[in-house]
């Protein structure tokens, strides 16, 4: 017996009221788009950094821990510098 996973999730997606979760996806931030926000170079690199550090030590994850890394989620610029970053 074969499986139709479009259908199986139409069917529950009706049966919970065919409403759909929708979920804000964060975006990756680099240094220029820290710069066209109006941040001088030294600053925006240093946010990056601190970013990553951040993502490092506290949520584990070691991809960061990479100096060729150079983006990082607009959640993290969010939460740790308190600004809102745009699209």
Do not use: W
Request: hydrophobic share 35%.
């Amino acid at each position: 017996e074969t499986i139709d996973y479009k259908e199986d999730y139409f069917k529950r997606s009706k049966e919970s009221g065919g409403e759909r979760m929708e979920t804000k996806c964060d975006f990756m931030v680099n240094r220029a788009i820290l710069i066209e926000m109006g941040f001088k170079p030294s600053q925006a690199a240093r946010m990056i950094k601190e970013s990553k550090a951040y993502l490092a030590r506290i949520e584990g994850i070691d991809f960061y821990n990479n100096r060729q890394v150079g983006v990082v989620p607009s959640r993290v610029i969010e939460h740790l510098f308190h600004i809102q970053v745009a699209e």
